[in-house]
């Protein structure tokens, strides 16, 4: 997995737009489809993150289902973190004169918007236990940066 990957937004299209985009150029495939659960925001089993590869290089497709947000005016980057002080390094330096978001999400001094997410995050949302991914995705709708011990909280079931 790429460190730094494009991310678009979307609406409801980013499966449609993936098998799009994958069909037209040669050595591109999707990965991987993470869909939403019964903690939404979207509707449940509805594509939530598509990741998929144009050409050898990694993208990431979000849909947002209209949740009154507008779609990313600036190019988007998914930042992949292996623990929580990569995330609060990242998460500083790129906020500083910028706005921070929810869910991981800030716009840097420029106008770019970054999604500071931790590995951990990937791993607990892949579980199979609808009740556990439903937990982490609950307590990351309530974060701003994210936090890995708050997410093995909610993952375990605990307070």
């Not at 209209?66 to 500083?92: I, L, M």
């Not at 991914?133 to 997410?151: P, S």
Request: hydrophobic share 40%; charged share 25%.
């Amino acid at each position: 997995m790429n460190k730094i990957r494009p991310f678009l937004w979307f609406d409801d299209e980013a499966e449609d737009a993936a098998t799009l985009y994958t069909s037209i150029f040669p050595n591109s495939k999707i990965t991987h489809v993470a869909r939403y659960g019964d903690a939404g925001p979207g509707p449940k089993d509805k594509a939530m993150v598509v990741t998929f590869e144009l050409a050898g290089q990694e993208f990431m497709a979000l849909n947002f289902f209209g949740q009154g947000e507008e779609k990313a005016p600036a190019p988007a980057f998914y930042v992949n973190c292996k623990d929580q002080e990569e995330v609060d390094r990242f998460w500083v330096q790129l906020s500083e004169g910028g706005q921070p978001g929810v869910c991981g999400w800030l716009k840097d001094r420029f106008g770019v918007n970054w999604n500071i997410v931790p590995e951990a995050f990937g791993e607990m949302m892949s579980d199979e236990d609808d009740a556990k991914t439903d937990r982490v995705m609950k307590a990351m709708l309530g974060m701003t940066k994210m936090d890995i011990g708050e997410l093995e909280r909610a993952y375990a079931g605990m307070p």
